[in-house]
């Protein structure tokens, strides 16, 4: 007779909805108070983003491996760029750029109506397009392409979210904002700090938000 097993990603012991719920609460304690984030983030179950060796961490206010020297964001700063792009209003239109293993994109896709997002390693597309499939994401447009030029075709955004660090701000996204709009972006070398950008009529306003560390911005695409 066979052994009924909890598989780590069938969402049963360290990866089920409880666990999720150990993280909001967490996640309540570090500040964040958006509940529209908070409930899309308790919803999407991030293990299905990571390799399986590694689900069972998938919860801890870490980043881990995702493959190809790059990582997937700790949930705490997930949710602390959402919120600050949300800034509590509607959002229509979004950028991602830096899709990685897509659970960044998955969380805007619940908050946004139609999120398109870049990525400039064409295995890193293949994998997150794998995971969005498995969660019926349908208002998600994923392309291997170099962020750091935006995507002009698909402008002007109401969000732009960049998710690896840029060593400036880069023209063409402030370009591609639209009036009204919100541009979340971590910016340094050896040491990083989030910026926010918002374009109102007659200036782009920064504020410097937190210190952070994420992985290079870089130019061009690897197959
Ligand atoms: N958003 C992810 C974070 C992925 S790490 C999450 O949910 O956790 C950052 C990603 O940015 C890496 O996959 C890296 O390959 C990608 N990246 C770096 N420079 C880029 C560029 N110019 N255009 C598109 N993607 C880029």
Do not use: W
């Amino acid at each position: 007779m066979a052994l009924l097993r909890p598989s780590s990603k069938s969402g049963i012991g360290m990866t089920s909805s409880r666990t999720r719920d150990r993280m909001l609460t967490r996640l309540r304690e570090q500040g964040i108070k958006d509940e529209l984030v908070l409930s899309a983030m308790g919803e999407i179950p991030r293990h299905i983003f990571v390799d399986e060796a590694l689900s069972i961490r998938a919860y801890e206010d870490v980043s881990l491996p995702i493959g190809f020297g790059q990582t997937i964001s700790q949930p705490y700063i997930v949710a602390r760029m959402t919120e600050v792009l949300r800034n509590g209003g509607a959002l229509g239109k979004v950028l991602e750029i830096g899709t990685g293993c897509g659970y960044q994109t998955a969380v805007l896709s619940k908050i946004a109506d139609e999120v398109f997002s870049l990525e400039r390693i064409r295995p890193l597309v293949m994998k997150a397009r794998s995971h969005l499939r498995t969660l019926k994401c349908s208002n998600i447009k994923l392309d291997h392409a170099d962020g750091s030029i935006g995507l002009s075709a698909y402008a002007p955004f109401h969000g732009i979210i960049v998710t690896a660090a840029a060593s400036h701000i880069p023209e063409e996204l402030l370009a591609q904002l639209a009036v009204g709009g919100r541009l979340v972006i971590p910016v340094g070398t050896t040491s990083q700090t989030l910026y926010l950008i918002e374009r109102t009529t007659s200036e782009f306003k920064q504020t410097k938000l937190e210190t952070v560390k994420f992985v290079p911005l870089l130019g061009g695409t690897t197959a």
